[in-house]
């Protein structure tokens, strides 16, 4: 099954479980037979990609996409929107989230270590305000609103897109990647973003978050922090539609 697969180490990884009884998935290097574990990707054919993110053994996210060698940020992670919706291949299977709220945890803290420049989450308000207090320290712009006893908080960073991404790269990965019309039209909401923040534009501006979702599929993505190559893969499949 692994066979060519390579190992990309992110500090996202969900560490393997300690429980002596847990049950591996089916994911096993080919050398030796270990239980993979982490974010794995391997070469196609015509300049395209396989990607998987496994843990212990279970395969939590798999897609295919083009391989947009130009672009990377540390702010960028297949494990973004693995860890960030509670996914799995296989939702019966065992996975690292451990609650209903376990996502929105992990979203509030990557906001709060810089490993993704966007997003919202939901957590109980004693919780919210512990968040906010380590806030303090960091480039992140937030507004919240009370639920009964739950915080829905929505924060950013206010650097530049231009400061937090290489722009031009990504840019001309998209255009390699995609057919020309598609990839003019992401491109120009790319370029539109140069000196636009996250915290500016889609969490201080009134009616912030209904922008961020009429936002370019390009423009969405790296604001989450989630591969351009899955996003690629995305917007062609709804081209295709």
């Given at each position: 099954m ?11 990884t ?6 002596p ?51 990377s ?6 494990w973004?929107?693995?860890l960030?919706q ?20 992990w ?18 308000a ?5 968040w ?6 960091t ?8 639920d ?24 001309a ?5 995609l ?8 491109a120009?909401?790319?370029d ?25 599929l ?24």
């Amino acid at each position: 099954m692994a066979d060519a697969w390579t190992l990309h180490p992110d500090y996202r990884t969900p560490p393997a479980p300690t429980d002596p009884g847990a049950t591996p998935g089916p994911w096993r290097h080919p050398d030796g037979g270990q239980i993979m574990n982490g974010a794995y990707e391997r070469p196609l054919p015509r300049n395209r990609v396989e990607v998987v993110t496994v843990w212990y053994g279970h395969a939590l996210s798999h897609w295919r996409g083009p391989r947009m060698p130009r672009f990377s940020s540390p702010m960028v992670s297949a494990w973004n929107p693995v860890l960030a919706q509670g996914l799995a291949v296989d939702p019966q299977a065992p996975s690292p989230y451990q609650d209903e709220l376990w996502c929105d945890r992990w979203i509030a803290e990557a906001l709060l270590y810089g490993r993704k420049p966007y997003g919202a989450f939901t957590l109980p308000a004693d919780e919210a305000m512990r968040w906010f207090a380590k806030s303090g320290g960091t480039n992140l712009v937030y507004q919240a609103r009370a639920d009964g006893g739950l915080v829905r908080v929505v924060a950013g960073t206010f650097e530049r897109y231009a400061q937090l991404f290489d722009l031009d790269a990504l840019i001309a990965d998209y255009r390699e990647a995609l057919p020309r019309a598609l990839a003019e039209r992401e491109a120009a909401a790319l370029d539109a973003h140069r000196s636009r923040s996250p915290a500016l534009h889609y969490v201080l501006t009134e009616n912030a978050e209904t922008l961020f979702a009429q936002a370019a599929l390009s423009v969405r993505g790296l604001t989450l922090g989630y591969p351009p190559r899955e996003t690629a893969a995305r917007i062609l499949a709804e081209a295709a539609k």
